[in-house]
Structures are given as structure tokens and as C-alpha cells.
T-cell receptor, first 111, second 114 residues
Framework: GQQLNQSPQSMFIQEGEDVSMNCTSSSIFNTWLWYKQDPGEGPVLLIA?????ELTSNGRLTAQFGITRKDSFLNISASIPSDVGIYFCAGQDNYGQNFVFGPGTRLSVLP | SAVISQKPSRDICQRGTSLTIQCQVD?????MFWYRQQPGQSLTLIATANQGSEATYESGFVIDKFPISRPNLTFSTLTVSNMSPEDSSIYLC???????????FGPGTRLTVT
């Protein structure tokens, strides 16, 4: 079945630094989603991307739908302690199909 | 987006028993989904539940082990049957919404089987 890869698997950054993470697939996707999961909580949808090349922001978060439609990127600017958590990407290859989730990037922010 | 609640939030169960997890949504939705998240892992779809029809299970999941009910447009249950320690996971329900049916998740049920 389809699989998504996320990089890096985990990262430790200093508060105030910018963060970049990506999600790649061997298949083409038509929709990319980015989620954040806090400990003990369900994933929360951060950003949804619907077409190749699209760049969308949500506060300090910016995500891009890769031109090849096989990847997506999430950037967090000026990180703060509450950014700690696991970030999941999810892709959908055809409208109406189920979403596939990546393995996640675990972010730790050091004060 | 819809507000989704789950009961129980967590439970510790004995091997061989069954647990039923409830999912309540504050608005009517056509499709509800059940996911499993094993410790330190990503989300895996168990099944899709439509009101008035049998749930559709993903490869590796069977109705006898994970029976699902969907009695109306705001409620669903997932039962984890004849539990073993390998069933220890977070179980999440979700609903779809938005332009491309993006998934919105409940808070999850953390299950530990001893």
C-alpha cells in the first residue's frame, strides 16, 4: 500500500529557532494535510493543501504542496515551547479515498 | 469543525475481556472513522462507519475483533473484543469535513491491556 515518509524523525531546537520538516511519497497525492498531536490528545488539523505549488499559512506555520505532488513541507517560524508535539502529514491520492498518514516528526523545543 | 467526544478517555482491561468505546459528534455527519495508534506509531485506519450500513474494514482488521455500531448520524461505537496486550493502543474516532473531506479527530481512548 501507499506509504509516506517524514523527515526528520525527531528534532531538538532552541526556542525562537525556525523549523522545517517534510513529507514524501512514491505516489502522487491530490491533497496534503498537516496535523499536530499533543500528548494524550487527538491530532489537530493545522493546514490543508489542495493543489500543486500551493503555499498556505496559519499563524507561524507555513506549508507547501510540492510541485511534483509527491511531497509537502511544513515550516514553523520563531518556535515557542507550546510547539512541542508530534507533527503528522497525511495524503489523499483521489478524492473520496481514505487518507494515509506519515510516521510523524517529534519536535522538542528547548528553552 | 465538529466537536467530537469519546468515552472512556482511558481504561485498563484484563486480557480476554472486551471494551466498547463511544464516539459522539455535536453535528450530523455521514461518515465516521475509527483509527488505531499503537505506542509511538502513526495512525492506522481500522474501519469506516456509515449510518444504516455495515462498517467497511481495512486490510488486517475484522468485524469479529472490532465490531462497530452506527445507530444514527451523531454516534458510533467500536468494541475491542477478546483483548490481548497487543491491543494496547490509542483508539481515535474521526469525522470528515471541509472541501476534500479532511479528517477531524476526537481526543482518543487510551487502552492498556494487562
Amino acid at each position: 500500500g501507499q506509504q509516506l515518509n517524514q523527515s526528520p524523525q525527531s528534532m531538538f531546537i532552541q526556542e525562537g529557532e525556525d523549523v522545517s520538516m517534510n513529507c514524501t511519497s512514491s505516489s502522487i497525492f491530490n491533497t496534503w494535510l498537516w496535523y499536530k498531536q499533543d500528548p494524550g490528545e487527538g491530532p489537530v488539523l493545522l493546514i490543508a493543501l489542495y493543489k500543486a505549488g500551493e503555499l498556505t499559512s496559519n499563524g507561524r506555520l507555513t506549508a507547501q504542496f510540492g510541485i511534483t505532488r509527491k511531497d509537502s513541507f511544513l515550516n514553523i517560524s520563531a518556535s515557542i515551547p507550546s510547539d512541542v508535539g508530534i507533527y503528522f502529514c497525511a495524503g489523499q491520492d483521489n478524492y473520496g479515498q481514505n487518507f494515509v498518514f506519515g510516521p510523524g516528526t517529534r519536535l522538542s523545543v528547548l528553552p | 469543525s465538529a466537536v467530537i467526544s469519546q468515552k472512556p478517555s482511558r481504561d485498563i482491561c484484563q486480557r480476554g475481556t472486551s471494551l466498547t468505546i463511544q464516539c459522539q459528534v455535536d453535528s450530523q455527519v455521514t461518515m465516521m472513522f475509527w483509527y488505531r495508534q499503537q505506542p509511538g506509531q502513526s495512525l492506522t485506519l481500522i474501519a469506516t462507519a456509515n449510518q444504516g450500513s455495515e462498517a467497511t474494514y481495512e486490510s488486517g482488521f475484522v468485524i469479529d475483533k472490532f465490531p462497530i455500531s452506527r445507530p444514527n448520524l451523531t454516534f458510533s461505537t467500536l468494541t475491542v473484543s477478546n483483548m490481548s496486550p497487543e491491543d494496547s493502543s490509542i483508539y481515535l474516532c474521526s469525522v470528515d469535513g471541509g472541501p476534500r473531506d479532511e479528517q477531524y479527530f476526537g481526543p482518543g481512548t487510551r487502552l492498556t491491556v494487562t
